[in-house]
């Protein structure tokens, strides 16, 4: 069974530093997904990586994927008040005949003045 | 283009009662999967329709839960008998590919069984 591992759970970081969070896989995929979660919404998406090294960013948010140690990256850089939500990762993944996300259990990130 | 939209937003309900949660994905995504997430966990796979089949339903949890996609379009996921444990929010996702560059997700659907 895939286990996805993300943390930290909570994340509380003051706006202008850096921060990271990690999201570990057990099992050998090429696709993973990065969603935000702002209360009551749907999960946005932010960012989809395809295969190993590869790099996106999107302001201050720029994430990454290496799929031989099964680790994926969310970097924050500077962070501001606008990015406080819930962070998810999901690895795709072929369960029994069809393709379906699983999710790690989300980092809450409050990013205080 | 109009999103994925799930309604209601909210139902409470008592044990024991019947809930039926529905969504409406993007017009022309002939995929649609369900997922749920309970207080605390992660957030996991229901099942997968293709149009009107059913694809995968192998995180379906038990019999008290049944999903329809009439014609291919809007879907269903009846819950009979509701049990306290069924409680959580539960997500639509549609894609126009089986295996796209993103699922789009509704705002989901918070069910409280009391």
């Known amino acids: 069974e895939l286990k996805v591992e993300q943390n930290p759970l909570f994340l509380s970081m003051q706006e202008g530093k850096n921060y990271t969070i990690y999201c570990n896989y057990s099992?050998?995929?090429?696709?993973l997904y990065w969603y935000r979660q702002d209360p009551g919404k749907s999960l946005e998406s932010l960012f989809v990586?395809?295969?190993?090294?590869a790099v996106k960013q999107e302001g201050r948010l720029m994430a990454s994927l290496d799929t031989k140690a099964r680790l994926s990256t969310l970097h924050i850089t500077a962070a501001v008040h606008d990015l406080s939500a819930t962070y998810f990762c999901?690895?795709?993944?072929?369960?029994?005949?069809?393709?379906?996300?699983?999710f790690g259990k989300g980092t809450k990130l409050s990013v205080i003045p | 283009e109009a999103g994925v939209t799930q309604f209601p937003s909210h139902s409470v309900i008592e044990k024991g009662q019947t809930v039926t949660l529905r969504c409406d994905p993007i017009s022309g995504h002939d995929n649609l999967y369900w997922y749920r997430r309970v207080m605390g966990k992660e957030i996991k796979f229901l099942l997968h329709f293709v149009k009107e089949s059913k694809q995968d339903e192998s995180g379906m949890p038990n019999n008290r839960f049944l999903a329809e996609r009439t014609g291919g379009t809007y879907s269903t996921l009846k819950v009979q008998p509701a049990e306290l444990e069924d409680s959580g929010v539960y997500f639509c996702?549609?894609?126009?590919?089986?295996?796209?560059?993103?699922?789009?997700f509704g705002s989901g659907t918070r069910l409280t069984v009391v």
């Open positions: 999901a690895v795709d993944y072929s369960g029994a005949g069809s393709y379906q996300l699983t």
């Open positions: 990586l395809l295969s190993n090294g």
């Open positions: 996702a549609s894609s126009q590919l089986r295996r796209g560059y993103g699922y789009t």
């Open positions: 099992t050998t995929s090429d696709r």
